[in-house]
């Protein structure tokens, strides 16, 4: 029965598809962690009979993160990411994504901005203080 579910519902073609998409995920430079996450979640949700290992897995997002939040990592598991089970793996990631959606990141302070001046003003200024110079000498 389970065979023939899958088999109507994944057909071969599409679980090729997803694998492929899966195993080359790239976390795209306007990306949160928490969106390629969840992105990433999702593609392994949509075919739960993908047939790779956990160990993979975890080796194709990290691979495809930015570097900046590949060092956030890095760092949040002390540098041994490797060494740790998949299942803590995803817990560690898990909890970064829950308290940047909770606390928000870098990303959602509003930028600083320099004040646009007008060259013109400046120029009339300029010339104003050398007619004044040149009066008082």
């Given at each position: 029965m389970k065979?023939?579910?899958l088999e109507k519902f994944f057909p071969a073609s599409r679980v090729a598809n997803i694998r492929k998409e899966i195993c080359g995920i790239r976390q795209s430079h306007d990306e949160?962690?928490?969106?390629?996450?969840?992105?990433?979640?999702k593609l392994c949700i949509q075919c739960p009979h993908h047939q790779i290992p956990n160990q993979l897995l975890i080796q194709y997002?990290?691979?495809?993160l930015m570097p900046t939040d590949c060092s956030i990592i890095d760092t949040v598991s002390g540098g041994e990411?490797?060494?740790?089970?998949?299942?803590?793996v995803c817990q560690l990631i898990s909890n970064m994504v829950a308290n940047f959606?909770?606390?928000?990141?870098?990303?959602?302070?509003?930028?600083?901005?320099?004040?646009?001046?007008?060259i013109s003003n400046l120029?009339?200024?300029?010339?104003?203080?050398?007619?004044?110079?040149?009066?008082?000498a």
């Amino acid at each position: 029965m389970k065979k023939i579910f899958l088999e109507k519902f994944f057909p071969a073609s599409r679980v090729a598809n997803i694998r492929k998409e899966i195993c080359g995920i790239r976390q795209s430079h306007d990306e949160t962690l928490s969106e390629y996450w969840e992105r990433f979640e999702k593609l392994c949700i949509q075919c739960p009979h993908h047939q790779i290992p956990n160990q993979l897995l975890i080796q194709y997002f990290y691979e495809g993160l930015m570097p900046t939040d590949c060092s956030i990592i890095d760092t949040v598991s002390g540098g041994e990411l490797v060494d740790k089970t998949p299942k803590a793996v995803c817990q560690l990631i898990s909890n970064m994504v829950a308290n940047f959606k909770q606390f928000g990141t870098r990303g959602d302070f509003p930028s600083k901005r320099v004040n646009e001046v007008s060259i013109s003003n400046l120029e009339n200024k300029v010339n104003d203080l050398t007619s004044l110079v040149r009066s008082l000498a």
